[in-house]
């Protein structure tokens, strides 16, 4: 399974996304110094549980979804730009 599919599949398990949108932006990083250990990633997610919450909360929520692919072995995601929107948004 590749990192996309595991996002996806963490969101929508974890946090009820209802859509999720995710663009692997790693290719634009190649060469970084900073870079190492995983990919760059940007994710757009709807979901119920983020209504009544504010923009941190909901980022909150994304990062505890995927805290294993952030921080475990291997490193699968370096970075993560973040993009939510409740059922009403």
Known sequence: M???EIINDNL???IAAEHVEIIDESHLHR???AAGGGGH??????SSKFENLNV???VRLVHKAL???MTGTPKLIHALQVKTFSNDE
């Open 2 to 4: 590749d990192t996309t």
């Open 12 to 14: 929508k398990d974890k």
């Open 31 to 33: 060469g970084h110094k």
């Open 56 to 58: 941190m909360d909901r």
């Open 41 to 46: 990633y940007s994710v757009k997610v709807v």
């Open 67 to 69: 805290n294993e692919e």
